[in-house]
């Protein structure tokens, strides 16, 4: 290894190379000096040596410029060496801050009433740039070792610990919570993203994750307070009584709580459910299977496993709809009416219908418009129904939700922040109010549904009890879903709710997003394309003012633009934010439209999303403006959460994929066209065929005569 002087004279040298803020720079540098001389981080210095002396100096920066932030959803992001990365420091070093930020906050009783801990399945394995010769502390890395090596410092600090035996959805650390009166909670899982990351998520008392200003208490004492981590090995912590290892009972009290949701007691869907390799097979199965409905696990999906090497893109996303790829002929195959799909921690779900011999795939905000119809619907039969009931939602949830509300009497708190964590503060509310009673649903856009007392968190269990009564009394009718969700949209007026993202990495792209935001709040905006802006809304001028941390500023960093109706619309908008624990620029779109005679379904859809459409491509095109990005039109037919800048890369390389065609040996031609894709991931050219076809006549494969 090389002396430390003359590794940090290397790592300036080669920083000062990027086209990158100083203060990046400096940054890096100093947390990087840090890690290559504390004996705290000596079992990452001979990876750290093989970073500098390789070169690889966007990579380092990017792992070392900052200490991973904590943002809406908690900690969360690329497992790897550096304060930037998920590894077995940033996690201990997270918990000895919650120790001591519970201490504070709870006093003694945080010591006897203790935490829950729980965790998914992610395994790292993806340990591309590191030296495969050299140890690697993450290599490997799971959830259960980031939640052992948790418990190791909250034990330290005195703090009892009930642990899970093995993995847990994330709803069921919610309700764990408090059914064992902790004082808090961890969930370890990086919930649907790619099996490249991890993370922890936070939870309160009320099974809830914190919210402003409490998560910004939590991150001073993490990022400020922290002198030393105390850790205490877990064969010690069991007998002192500081560690105690649940399963059984609390899993039977959760699937007891979640059962007791039915609004039907109809059972005769057949169901296949795919849990994407994750913890969905602990929560979702044996409870709809318990409740006597006919459900199937799809076997290419069933096994637990961090790599979700069976999931398209393997991005294990219910809102995604090619996470649903392996499983439709295996639906087809066990003649499935439905098949219901959750994220490895198990609190989204998404769900496929078959309705007149087709798949039909519904989207959060759909999912959400049917449960609160149904639930309504069957409130009022069973004589529940008041005007005091109320359904909760976030700002960016569909409003058609609002509308439904509104139109049959009851309350509907819609405009709350994103993240389901606002849900559960609401819920708190009513709970203290004694209201509780009153509440019927929360429901967000991003495939997040609760119902009951028992949780705070969003849970696709409960979702899928309320989906498979649903879907189970339709059937005896001769209708599906879609035929539901139809009538709704006729009833009320047709609404088109668009998700997409501009994905930008790294440092860098923390920068561009920021860009985007500033230029977009600070500027006016007449009109996007031929769509005239009526009204901006910023939510960083709302109340409370002045905000109430600095994770209140963030989370608020949300910018609302209200177009003006068309002929066929009640409302239009856009709304934009950076994610809070992705590299993303998120725009959400909804184009809401008037009542319609049912038989005109067709002609009230084609209108609404044709809109949809001209407002998307028109909104991103004056984004990409901003960055100085002349955006293909094609690019439009990539695949939407690809990065921008491997969008871009497509675009530079299609022609030498063309000119594969001159290669006269298949083998050599699939060979360079792997070389020429590998920046794309998994599944390459289902990513990029759509534009691919749209210039050459055909996807790549037939074009290349590879198929």
């Known amino acids: 290894m090389d002396s430390y002087q003359t590794l940090m004279e290397k790592a300036k040298i080669g920083f000062a190379t990027l086209d990158l803020p100083e203060n990046f720079k400096t940054n890096a540098l100093d947390r ?34 900052q200490v991973i932030p904590f943002g809406t959803g908690g900690r969360r992001g690329l497992v790897g060496i550096g304060p930037n990365r998920i590894n077995p420091w940033t996690i201990q070093a997270s918990a000895q801050g919650h120790s001591q930020y519970l201490s504070k906050a709870h006093g003694i009783s945080a010591r ?66 408090r059914h064992l009166d902790a004082v808090s909670g961890c969930m370890f899982s990086a919930s649907h993203n790619l099996p490249t990351d991890n993370g922890k998520k936070v939870y309160d008392q009320y099974g809830g994750q914190l919210i402003p200003p409490h998560d910004q208490d939590l991150v001073d004492e993490v990022t400020g307070n922290v002198s030393a981590i105390q850790t205490m090995d877990l064969d010690a912590a069991g007998q002192k009584g500081l560690l105690t290892v649940i399963g059984t009972e609390v899993d039977d009290a959760y699937q007891k709580a979640v059962a007791s949701l039915q609004l039907s007691t109809a059972r005769g869907v057949r169901i296949l459910y795919s849990p994407l390799h994750g913890t969905g097979l602990t929560s979702v199965y044996p409870v709809l299977k318990d409740m006597g409905f006919d459900i199937h696990l799809d076997p290419a999906t069933a096994n637990l496993s961090g790599a979700f090497e069976n999931v398209t893109f393997n991005i ?42 087709d798949w039909n795939f519904l989207n959060g905000n759909e999912i959400g418009i049917v449960l609160s119809e149904y639930a309504i619907d069957q409130y009022r039969k069973k004589g529940w129904l008041t005007k005091d009931n109320v359904i909760i939602k976030t700002e960016v949830t569909s409003t058609l939700i609002d509308t439904i509300a509104s139109e049959n009497g009851i309350q509907c708190i819609g405009d709350l922040l994103v993240g389901f964590k606002y849900i559960g503060e609401r819920m708190n509310r009513l709970e203290t109010e004694g209201r509780q009673g009153d509440f019927i649903l929360g429901t967000e856009e991003s495939h997040g549904f609760l119902m009951g007392n028992y949780a705070r968190d969003k849970d696709a269990a409960g979702a899928a009890v309320w989906l498979a009564g649903l879907t189970s009394q339709l059937k005896t009718d001769g209708l599906t879903l879609v035929d539901y969700l139809n009538g709704i949209y006729a009833k009320y007026g047709y609404c088109h709710n ?43 001028k709302g109340e ?38 992705e590299p993303k620029f998120k725009i959400y779109i909804e184009v809401l439209g008037r009542p319609f005679d049912p038989s005109t379904i067709e002609t009230a859809r084609a209108q609404i999303v044709s809109i949809q459409e001209r407002l998307e491509r028109a909104f991103m095109a004056y984004c990409y403006g901003i960055l100085g990005v002349d955006f293909p ?64 006549g055909s996807g790549i494969m037939t074009y290349l005569g590879l198929e």
């Not at 840090?34 to 966007?58: K, P, R, V």
């Not at 996303?317 to 439709?328: G, H, K, M, R, Y």
Request: aromatic share 10%; glycine share 6%.
């Open 633 to 696: 039109e094609r690019g439009f037919m990539l695949f939407w959460q690809l990065p921008l800048d491997d969008k871009l890369k497509y675009f530079e390389i299609e022609d030498r994929i063309a000119g594969l065609k001159t290669v006269s040996d298949a083998a050599d031609r699939k060979r360079k066209l792997d070389n020429l894709l590998n920046f794309l991931g998994a599944n390459p050219t289902q990513k990029v065929d759509r534009a691919f076809a749209a210039r050459y």
């Open 32 to 65: 990087l000096k840090i890690w290559l001389t504390d004996d705290m981080f000596a079992a990452y210095g001979s990876q750290i040596d093989h970073l500098i002396t390789s070169g690889q100096w966007e990579f380092l920066l990017d792992s070392f410029y």
């Open 112 to 177: 006897h009433r203790g935490l829950v801990l729980a965790y998914d399945v992610r395994r790292f394995t993806d340990t591309k740039g590191y030296a495969p010769d050299r140890p690697n502390p993450v290599r490997n890395l799971d959830c259960r070792q980031l939640a052992e090596a948790a418990a190791q410092v909250y034990t330290a600090n005195g703090i009892k610990v009930y642990l899970f035996g093995n993995t847990r959805s994330t709803p069921e650390l919610s309700f764990a919570i």
């Open 316 to 357: 294990p996303n219910p809102e995604v709809i090619q996470s649903f790829d392996t499983a439709l002929p295996n639906a087809d195959a066990i003649g499935a009416d439905v098949i219901m799909s959750t994220d490895p921690d198990a609190d989204r779900i998404g769900i496929m219908v078959l309705h007149e011999g």
């Open 498 to 540: 668009y998700l997409t993202e501009i994905r930008l990495l790294g440092a860098k792209g923390i920068g561009r997003i920021k860009t985007i935001m500033d230029h977009l709040r600070q500027n006016e905006i007449p009109a996007v394309g031929d769509f005239t802006v009526a009204e901006k809304i910023d939510r960083w």
């Open 544 to 581: 409370p003012q002045p905000h109430l941390s600095r994770t209140d500023t963030s989370s608020r960093n949300v910018l609302i633009l209200k177009l003006a109706d068309l002929p066929e619309t009640r409302s239009i908008r856009i709304t934009v934010r950076p994610s809070g624990t």
